[in-house]
Structure formats: structure tokens, C-alpha cells
């Protein structure tokens, strides 16, 4: 017997707009009809009280760096539903995440086409990635794509920043992921590597540069050319408060400015250029950022730089689900996966809401929240 449970007296966000209070229904792995609820035999179900509560779509975060399996599921426990990784490696740990089995969804780019004697070329060095793995010319980025593609991956990678490759081996990398039809994500901070990554027609940016405000002419190409970005702004606060960087910044005579990572932003927002949620999430040790947890900081972050709590909670929601080629989640309407959040507050209003966690359902199962986190909110949404 397909399992169903009833949410009554929620307050909906279903991806777009906010309705309610009302009745959602979860009937097994996907969302059902409101119409179920009204069954008369209902002595199966499990009902669920959303009064004071807001339902939201499973959260998306759009960069991270998973360490393994424990760390991926737990991510569910802090309602993100999905993740993209965008940087696995060895070989060895992105077979055993592509495995995995859990509350969690995990794409990922797996190796990103980077330079040798680039920045992180030389840190890949101490992750044990050989150099004969880098990309030195465009005869090798058809080969770097091609490997990807065999490997299973959902998205190409590529490191834009300057110094690192030519621009014909930037454009190289493009024109082979499209003839795939794979979509690229281009790591970009820096704004020369912003103008590298728009002439070489990437679909996506992520990070966002702290040395110079994106400008009109870098913006009004990403809106005619449809450019998204993932700003990763938890990143940006991290390395910019980092005495990593304080350290370099005194070497090098430049510092990392986080008022024009939120200026940029601002820029694109303004624009209409599509902007979703991404952490950069890593265990690092230097720059770590918690995967699951921070998404909730970046939803912050984003409406400080001028997005509303709605266009934030789309940043996470629909808005990533459609950019990403996620058809089955990012939104509450019947027949999708049943991925859902159901929050205390009205996050619409005060995205600080989201932090509120009282249920996570993945693909219609109900996933564990830590003690913690019902401490925030015991007393409210409970089962009836």
C-alpha cells in the first residue's frame, strides 16, 4: 500500500509563489492531489499539523565539495535535498559518491579541466591529481571532455581564472560540451576571469569577483547571452575575513573586498541575470564551509546583496532545479518527487526562517533531523 501523508494548515511556497494556509499531500515517493486528503479512509495516513509552518521545495545547493558518503546524506538533515559537486577527486571517491544511496542527490562535474602551472593546478598537486590529468592545449580539451562525458558526469567544469588557460582552449572546452550536450560551469573569481568566461559562452559562473565591480558591459552580455551565475557568496565572506588571504593581501598589495562580491551581485540581480544558491561548501581546513548547514548563510548573504527572500528561496528551489535540468523537483505541484522542507515562520518575509527545520521528506521519505534542530522548533508542526 502506497504510504500518504497529509500536511494541513501549511502555508505553500510551491517554487514561485506563496498560498495558503492549505493542504499538501505526499502519496509514496511523489507529491499527490490535495483531493487525497479528502479520502474518506484516512486510517493509514500520518497527518501532519503545518499550522504557523511554510512548505517549501527540497533546498538545492549548487556548488559543493562533498568529502564522502556520511557527509552527503547528512545534508538532507538541513533540508538540502540536492547537491552539485563541482570539483571530485580521485577517481576512486567520485565512483563511490555516484553510488551512494541516501536522502541526498549528488551531480557532479568530477575532475574540472584546469592548467598545470595555474593556482589550482598546484594545489591539485596535493590531492594527489598528476599533471598529465591538466589541460595544455585545445587537442587535449577534446580529449578532457570526451574523458568526462565517458566517465557519466551531469556537467563540465573549467577553471577560468587568469593566469590559467588560453582562450581558445576556454572556447575549445565549450564547443565540445555543447556538441555532448552537456552544460559547462566555469569557476570565475576574478573579473578577468568574469570577461574570460562570458567571451568563451559558459552557461555558468560561479564564485564572483572581489577585485572590481561586475559592469555593465560584463552584465548585459550575460543577459543577452543567458549566462547564470552562482555567486557563492558564503565563500567570498570566508576568504575575504580569511588571515589566509589578510596574509597574501599584504604580500601582493591586493585584499579581497566583499562589499563589491554583494555589488556584483547586486549588478546581476538588477539585470535579470538568473542567479542561484551555491555555498562551495569544503573541507578544506583553511576555507572549510559545512554542506547542508551554510545554504541557509548563503540565502542570508543573497538578500543582503539586494534579492528578495523570495527570489532567494527561488535561488534554492525552482529556480535551480530548472537551470540544472532538474525536471522532477524544485517545485510543490502533484506528480513530482516529493522533496520537501516544512520550516517554522514564513521565510518569504524572513529568509532567516529557513533555519527552522521541523520535517525533511526525500523522495517522499521522511529524513532525520538532529536533536538540535527539533529543539528549535519543538512544539510546532507536529504530528496530529
Not at 494548515?9 to 495558503?20: A, E, L
Not at 559518491?97 to 549528488?106: D, F, I, N, S, V
Not at 555532448?180 to 559558459?202: D, I, L, N, P, S
Request: with cysteine; glycine share 8%.
Amino acid at each position: 500500500m502506497v504510504g500518504l501523508t497529509i500536511i494541513k494548515h501549511v502555508r505553500v511556497f510551491d517554487g514561485d509563489t506563496i498560498s495558503g494556509p492549505k493542504t499538501a499531500v505526499i502519496k509514496g515517493s511523489h507529491i499527490g492531489d490535495d483531493a487525497l486528503a479528502d479520502d474518506p479512509d484516512r486510517s493509514a495516513a500520518v497527518v501532519v499539523d503545518g499550522t504557523g509552518c511554510t512548505l517549501l521545495p527540497g533546498l538545492i545547493d549548487c556548488h559543493v565539495h562533498i568529502r564522502d558518503e556520511a557527509q552527503l546524506a547528512a545534508c538532507a538533515s538541513y533540508g538540502v535535498t540536492t547537491v552539485c559537486d563541482m570539483a571530485c577527486m580521485p577517481p576512486e571517491k567520485y565512483r563511490k559518491l555516484r553510488a551512494a544511496q541516501g536522502p541526498t542527490t549528488w551531480l557532479s562535474a568530477g575532475l574540472p579541466a584546469y592548467e598545470e602551472n595555474s593556482r589550482h593546478g598546484k594545489l591539485f598537486k596535493f590531492t594527489g591529481v598528476t599533471p598529465d590529468h591538466a589541460v595544455h592545449d585545445t587537442d587535449e580539451a577534446v580529449k578532457f571532455v570526451q574523458d568526462r562525458i565517458d566517465e557519466g558526469v551531469d556537467y563540465i567544469k573549467v577553471i577560468a581564472d587568469f593566469p590559467g588557460h588560453e582562450q581558445a582552449v576556454l572556447d575549445k572546452i565549450q564547443v565540445e560540451a555543447k556538441k555532448h550536450g552537456k552544460m559547462t560551469v566555469a569557476h570565475t573569481a576574478q573579473y578577468v576571469a568574469f570577461e574570460r568566461g562570458v567571451q568563451a559562452g559558459f552557461d555558468v559562473l560561479t564564485h564572483v569577483p572581489m577585485d572590481k565591480v561586475l559592469d555593465d558591459n560584463i552584465v548585459s552580455k550575460m543577459v543577452s547571452q543567458k549566462t547564470i551565475a552562482v555567486p557563492t557568496l558564503s565563500m567570498m565572506q570566508r576568504m575575504a575575513e580569511s588571515w589566509v588571504m589578510w596574509g597574501i593581501s599584504w604580500i601582493s598589495g591586493r585584499s579581497p573586498n566583499f562589499q563589491v562580491a554583494l555589488a556584483s551581485v547586486a549588478a546581476m540581480r538588477n539585470a535579470g541575470v538568473p542567479i542561484l544558491a551555491g555555498t562551495d561548501a569544503n573541507n578544506s581546513g583553511i576555507f572549510t564551509i559545512v554542506p547542508g548547514l551554510s545554504l541557509h548563510h548563503e540565502l542570508e548573504l543573497l538578500v543582503r546583496a539586494g534579492l528578495t527572500p523570495l527570489e532567494a528561496l527561488r535561488a534554492a528551489t525552482s529556480l535551480a532545479a530548472e537551470h540544472f535540468n532538474l525536471r522532477d523537483r524544485g517545485r510543490i505541484v502533484p506528480g513530482i518527487r516529493a522533496d520537501l522542507v516544512l520550516v517554522e515562520g514564513n521565510p518569504d518575509e524572513d529568509i532567516t526562517a529557513t533555519q527552522r527545520i521541523s520535517r525533511v521528506w526525500s523522495g517522499g521519505e521522511e529524513a532525520s533531523i538532529s536533536a538540535v534542530q527539533r529543539r528549535a522548533v519543538l512544539g510546532s508542526c507536529a504530528v496530529m
